[in-house]
């Protein structure tokens, strides 16, 4: 169950960074991907840049692709609003940071130099001067000196000063934000007991204390009141004259210059929308933005639930991790068409829902006599922005509302160009080289890894989690801290069983009846050994995923080794997982499917707890040694995130457009300098 973005993400960056969960081959798309392209763009610090394609843009129509235009360059305007979310110097940062690397004429061949770039590369992806996932602030490469050098070795008109400011006084302001270690250290604090607002360094709250704005809040909330508003989410709380105040981000306010251009893309779009329904979401999303109401919000999200069209985006305040309070939201944007080949995968899934609930290996007691599939589809995206750029997310489920969720559902969307971008570029890493038994492995990997990865995960979320019932009078909160294991362990071997079954190549899911075997040696491979990388040395498994696919991998290993169903096996003092039998290996999935639903079911709390702590937890701490040392000398980077296409107009002499195409050679530096100069619309100061 993936309820909102960021948990998709965690496990792109998470699982992604191992390179173990995604691998090669695109399903079928109206224009496919050109196998020639170039993912990779670049790799620093712990970060790499890759590149997405947006195959079948040229398929779509004009009035199709001018919308998606508009769209995209309404996301892109609002880059600088998560900057300032993200810190309240972090204009001023990268700012100064982007002035000098365009001016400086001294030695660019230095160490100073070269971890200066790193640095404002750093800065670019973190949209602030704090890591993007672990929050803490990073340290500069490069010494105090030479900044201050830099900084005052070009022109002064080319900082990012106020009225009268001198680049000796910038430096007084900035300087210690970036470099005494003690100063804004974490931009979210999480730490129990400490005023989490004053430790945090984001930008939501301007001298109040956390007890204030809990007060400021609770005062506001009506608990009698069914369908309320996201209270907070779209503004700063401040104190003015001793008195709380929210400032709202909205036309006319806070953040207001950007909002302004937002708005006139959206106006823009709203012209060309692809019918009435699409018009009122646009429309209704500008409303919001000019009024600041969040009531027009809610009336927004509504509609948007129920917009179907080809087209469709994201545009606003939307997640609230970077709030140490979960009330603020910080600013982002995607914009997509729905892959229509791929989404007949899920419609496909989702339309046999009770087939596969009534064939399943469960005891009959536990079905749900009436089932039904929830319908992802899969979108293609065509621009990243604010919160989603660079660092992106391979899954939406929105909106976050939870009584707009009850009453009107949520889009679950999997963004298939990211993933596969994620998977091409893995490809060449040595990851499978390193990894997998033999050519045999690597090249079933190959040919069918994405393929079924694909399958598996649209069999978790379109029917895993739905299947099963508890009995009457199940708690369903029995299982306690062990819930979400068994959870995501029943949702995982739901999909496991049934990759396997030939009503998948009857359905026309899949190609042929050996192609899950791909996704079954991945699966115990990343089970049993590659996920450790994720694990610090001398530490258990503690996330929900990754206890589920170790409890999986060890208990199938242990109940087949009688019938040798899979093995370790070594090979030039490497350890490496060899699987014997995959017909066997699927009928113990299905045995420990009927099994944890058992327990789901019964509320068997000692059963999971068995369970888990037993093959979920435990880390063989020499062969954890082992992956960890495999691991890191294939220089892999633990993080990923994305550049967008460029996308240019082409109109005819009388200025009316004829087409929208789009480009993929621009480089990393480059785009972020480019919408620096051409998206930046915030003062530096007194935002
Ligand atoms: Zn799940």
């Known amino acids: 169950m993936m309820k909102k973005t960021v948990l998709i993400f965690m496990i792109a960056t998470g699982i992604m960074s191992c390179g173990d969960k995604k691998s090669t081959e695109a399903s079928s798309q109206s224009s496919p991907a050109d196998d020639n392209f170039n993912y990779v763009v670049e790799q620093f610090a712990d970060l790499q840049i890759l590149r997405y394609q947006v195959p079948g843009f040229d398929e779509l129509n004009l009035q199709q692709k001018e919308l998606i235009y508009y769209l995209n360059q309404a996301a892109s305007e609002g880059r600088d609003i998560l900057f300032d ?71 002064a008109s080319m900082l990012p000063l106020k009225d009268g400011q001198t680049p000796d006084e910038l430096l007084s302001i900035i300087t210690p934000v970036m470099f005494d270690p003690k100063i804004d250290a974490k931009r979210v604090n999480q730490t129990e007991g400490q005023d989490l607002i004053v430790s945090s360094a984001s930008n939501y709250y301007s001298g109040v204390t956390q007890a204030e704005a809990e007060k400021f809040y609770a005062e506001m909330k009506n608990p009698s009141d069914s369908t309320p508003v996201s209270y907070g989410l779209n503004s700063r709380l401040v104190k003015e004259n001793g008195k709380i105040v929210e400032k709202i981000w909205k ?121 039904k599939g929830v319908s992802a589809k899969v979108i293609t995206a065509t621009m990243l922005a604010g919160d989603c750029y660079p660092s992106t997310p391979i899954g939406i489920n929105l909106p976050n509302s939870n009584w707009i969720r009850a009453h009107h559902g949520s889009k679950s969307v999997t963004i298939e160009n990211i993933t596969e971008a994620y998977d091409k570029a893995a490809q060449g890493n040595g990851f499978a080289e390193e990894f997998y038994w033999s050519d ?62 030939p009503k998948m190549v009857e359905l026309g899911l899949l190609p042929n009846d050996s192609a899950y075997r791909a996704e079954y040696y991945k699966y115990m491979t990343n089970g049993l050994m590659t996920q450790l990388c994720r694990i610090e040395p001398g530490k258990q498994v503690e996330e929900a ?24 096996k070594q ?117």
């Open 85 to 155: 979310q993200n810190g309240k110097y972090n204009l001023a940062i990268r700012r100064t940071l982007e002035a000098v690397y365009l001016n400086y004429k001294g030695d660019t061949a230095s160490t100073d130099y070269k971890n200066f770039v790193v640095y404002l590369k750093r800065v670019w992806f973190s949209n602030g001067i704090h890591h993007h996932y672990a929050t803490d602030k990073f340290q500069p490469g490069f010494s105090k000196e030479f900044f201050t050098n830099a900084v005052k070795s070009i022109d």
């Open 251 to 371: 036309s006319g306010s806070l953040y207001g210059s950007a909002i302004d251009k937002i708005i006139g893309w959206l106006q823009k779009a709203e012209s060309v929308a692809e019918n009435d329904q699409q018009k009122k979401v646009i429309a209704t999303l500008i409303k919001f933005y000019q009024t600041g109401d969040l009531k027009d919000f809610d009336e927004y999200s509504i509609l948007w639930v129920k917009d179907d069209s080809r087209v469709d985006f994201i545009n606003g305040f939307i997640e609230t991790y970077g709030d140490p309070l979960g009330m603020k939201a910080g600013w982002e944007a995607m914009v997509n068409f729905k892959n229509l080949e791929a989404t007949k995968r899920t419609e496909t899934i989702s339309a046999n829902a009770q087939w596969f609930e009534d064939h399943s290996p469960v005891d009959v007691r536990f079905k749900k006599e009436k089932v």
């Open 440 to 501: 045999k492995e690597i090249k079933l990997i190959k040919d069918y890894g994405f393929l079924t990865d694909n399958m598996h995960t649209d069999l978790h979320e379109c029917l895993g989690h739905g299947s099963g019932k508890l009995l009457p009078g199940t708690d369903p909160d029995a299982l306690k801290a062990y819930g979400a294991t068994i959870e995501e362990a029943r949702a995982d071997l739901f999909g496991l069983y049934y990759v396997a079954d």
């Open 545 to 568: 995923h990754m206890r589920n696919r170790g409890l999986i991998a060890n208990w199938v290993l242990e109940k087949g080794a009688p019938d040798n169903v899979a093995e370790f």
């Open 571 to 687: 090979r030039d003092g490497k350890t490496f997982v060899v699987v014997n039998d995959y017909a066997k290996l699927r009928e113990l999935f299905g045995k420990l499917l009927a099994e944890i639903q058992r327990i789901k079911s019964e509320g068997d709390y000692n059963a999971a707890k068995t369970l888990v702590e037993n093959y979920g937890v435990k880390v063989d701490p020499k062969l954890h040694a082992e992956v960890l040392q495999r691991y890191q000398k294939l220089n892999i980077a633990p993080y990923k995130g994305f550049i967008n296409p460029v996308y240019e107009v082409v109109t005819d002499k009388n200025g009316k457009i004829t087409d929208i195409k789009v480009s993929y050679s621009e480089g990393y530096a480059e785009q972020m300098l480019r919408y620096s100069k051409d998206h930046s619309w915030l003062p530096t100061w007194n935002n």
